[in-house]
Structure formats: C-alpha cells, structure tokens
C-alpha cells in the first residue's frame, strides 16, 4: 500500500542554523501529490508547501522542498530556523481515485528550534 | 485563511456509550473527510462523504462508525459503541472539490474511551 515515512520524531536544532526534515514514500499512483503541513499546539494543521512537479523547488514563508520522484523524496528545509518555527511537521502524499482524494500521512516530526 | 471547526475538543466516555463527533466545515465546501490519529502514530485517513454519501473508507471505518451531514449542518462522525481502541485524536476536513483541491483541516477532538 501507500506509505510516507518520517525518520525523525523529533529534531532540535539552534536559532539560525539550518534543518532538514526527511520525507520519503512509497505509492503505486502515477498521479500524485505531496504536501507539509504544520500544525502549531492547539491549533490544526495546514498546508505549508505542496507539490506536483518532479525536481521543482516550492518554497513558502523561508522552507523549500524539492520532489525527487528518482528518490521517492520530499524533504524540507530552511537555511535559518527561527524560533517560531517550533511546531509539529507532517509529510503528506495526496492519492486520486477517481475524482476524490485522501492524503496519506507520515508519523510527523517535531522541530524544536532553541536560541 | 479558511477556518474548519470542530466541537468538542476533549471528549471522555465510557466503553460502550455512544458519541458524535461534530465538524464544522469551510462554508462553500462539498467534500468533506475524517482521519484518526492514536498517540504516538500517523494521522490516518478514515473516511470521504459527497453529496449525502460515503464514497471511499478505509479498514479504520469499523461498522460502528458511521457519518452524516443532516440539512448542510455539522458534518457528524458517530461511533457506536464505542471501544477502548477509538480513543484517539480524530480530525475533520473539509475541499472543495475532490480531486485537486487542498484539504483544510480543523484541531482534532481527543477522545478517550475508559
């Protein structure tokens, strides 16, 4: 079946250094889509960055991610973390039957970005 | 951006009792999902309702469950009985349209089944 993998639950990382939150998958669907949520505490998730388009960046609010369809990856990053960025991340793939669509999610990975 | 809500959020039961779960979903939206989350794992996809029906559900989807949206009002997900193993996070969310659209998701309710 289809199936997103986070490999890590939890990652700290310093105010102004880089992180990187790893997203690989596994899907049978030619038609696909791929999404980060974040999900601030108490509040619901929502969409950081989606993409279709294999070896494109998508970039929003400072993260990048690129789909590599080669590596059955979608991981995000960002050159400088900030504090505000502490929250959960969940990795999402989008499969299609017919007209309607459910996402299927990774276990999320929790950033926590000290000073 | 667009708001779903979902009411309430922490519910606590006894096995056996029935409850509902309620959604309030973006206004102008058709299609609207279920997913469970337990402590410790992934956000899973339960359910997908259109037009009155439920189009796609998933080995989650117990006979117990079922769901509803009487008279375009709360978009109602009802488990009864309930089971030890429901408790969990559920979270509702609501597109526009089925395929392409994004998903626009409410906090979840925390349900705990004693």
């Known amino acids: 079946g289809d199936s997103v993998t986070q490999t890590e639950g939890l990652v700290t990382v310093t105010e102004g250094l880089p992180v990187k939150l790893n997203c690989t998958y596994q899907t049978t669907y030619l038609t696909i889509a791929f999404f980060w949520y974040v999900q601030y505490l108490n509040e619901a998730p929502q969409v950081l960055l989606k993409s279709s388009t294999d070896n494109k960046r998508t970039e929003h609010q400072g993260f990048h991610a690129t789909l590599h369809k080669s590596s059955s990856s979608f991981h995000l990053q960002k050159s400088s973390a900030q504090l505000s960025d502490s929250a959960l991340y969940y990795c999402a793939l989008r499969v299609a039957s017919s007209s309607f669509s459910k996402l299927v999610f990774g276990q999320g990975t929790s950033l926590s970005v000290v000073p | 951006g667009p708001k779903v809500l979902q009411i309430p959020s922490h519910q606590i039961i006894d096995m056996g009792q029935m409850v509902t779960l309620n959604c309030d979903p973006v206004?102008?939206?058709?299609?609207f999902y279920w997913y469970k989350q337990i402590l410790g794992q992934q956000m899973e996809f339960l359910v997908n309702?259109?037009?009155?029906?439920?189009?796609?559900k998933s080995k989650l989807f117990k006979d117990q469950f079922s769901v509803e949206r009487p008279d375009g009002s709360y978009f109602t997900l009802k488990i009864q009985p309930t089971a030890l193993e429901d408790s969990a996070v559920y979270f509702c969310?609501?597109?526009?349209?089925?395929?392409?659209?994004?998903?626009?998701f409410g906090p979840g309710t925390r349900l705990t089944v004693l």
């Open positions: 969310a609501s597109s526009f349209s089925g395929g392409d659209y994004e998903q626009y």
């Open positions: 309702f259109y037009n009155g029906k439920v189009m796609e």
């Open positions: 206004s102008n939206h058709l299609y």
